[in-house]
């Protein structure tokens, strides 16, 4: 079966620091990977996806992007952190080329200071 | 329009009433429908899918699509007071790696003991 981790559970930054999250797939070949951000009490704002290796798409501009090194790996990266990235992120992987959900890691939740 | 709209409530409901969670969606091409279940402070968890109109059960849980009416609801039997949590509702706009999974902002559901 198919499983997706998430790290770290929790992480606590200064603002102005750098953010590195990293989500990792297991199980399937070639899967499509997501980034979203939940702000508190809001809705998932899809913020990166992937359909392969090295192809990132971003739907909203902003200080953080996402890369794909291997297959199975997405990683959500920051130079400067701002008071505005605090939230919930979300790595989430689907099927590729198909109209299956997508399922959901546990969640990092980022607290800027 | 929003793409895709719950009632973000919340929705109050007795234990073992019928909880009905409703959800509307605004392109007409839509053919994957997904409820979520979101407990505080967690990520979402997939409960249901549904692909075809007309109803889907899962125990508790009827899922129910209306393509001409645009609108997919959730059925919850014998609500429990495990069922408090929000729900998500998501559906698929577009077509394979080109498609988005869209998803609303929730509806919170409560069930009183």
């Known amino acids: 079966s198919q499983t997706i981790h998430q790290w770290p559970a929790t992480l606590v930054q200064p603002v102005g620091s750098p953010l590195s999250l990293e989500c990792t797939v297991e199980g399937t070949s070639n899967p499509n990977l997501y980034w979203y951000r939940q702000a508190a009490g809001r809705g998932l704002q899809l913020l990166f996806y992937?359909?392969?290796?090295?192809?990132i798409s971003s739907e909203v501009p902003q200080n953080l992007s996402a890369s794909r090194p291997q297959d199975r790996q997405f990683i959500l990266s920051s130079k400067k952190l701002l008071l505005s990235d605090s939230g919930f992120y979300l790595c989430?992987?689907?099927?590729?080329?198909?109209?299956?959900?997508?399922?959901f890691g546990d969640g990092t939740r980022l607290s800027i200071l | 329009q929003k793409e895709v709209e719950q009632n973000s409530g919340p929705l109050s409901v007795p234990e073992g009433a019928i909880a009905s969670l409703n959800c509307t969606y605004s392109?007409?091409?839509?053919?994957?429908f997904f409820w979520y279940r979101q407990y505080s402070g967690k990520s979402p968890e997939l409960i249901m899918s549904i692909y075809s109109n007309g109803d889907k059960e899962d125990g508790r849980f009827t899922a129910q699509l209306n393509k001409a009416s645009q609108y997919v609801s959730l059925l919850i039997r014998d609500s429990q007071p495990s069922d408090s949590a929000t729900y998500l509702c998501?559906?698929?706009?577009?077509?394979?790696?080109?498609?988005?999974?869209?998803f609303g902002q929730g509806t919170t559901l409560q069930v009183k003991p």
């Open positions: 392109d007409r091409g839509s053919q994957s």
């Open positions: 998501a559906v698929y706009h577009g077509s394979g790696n080109t498609g988005k999974l869209i």
């Open positions: 989430a992987w689907s099927v590729v080329n198909s109209n299956q959900p997508q399922h």
């Open positions: 992937s359909v392969g290796i090295g192809q």
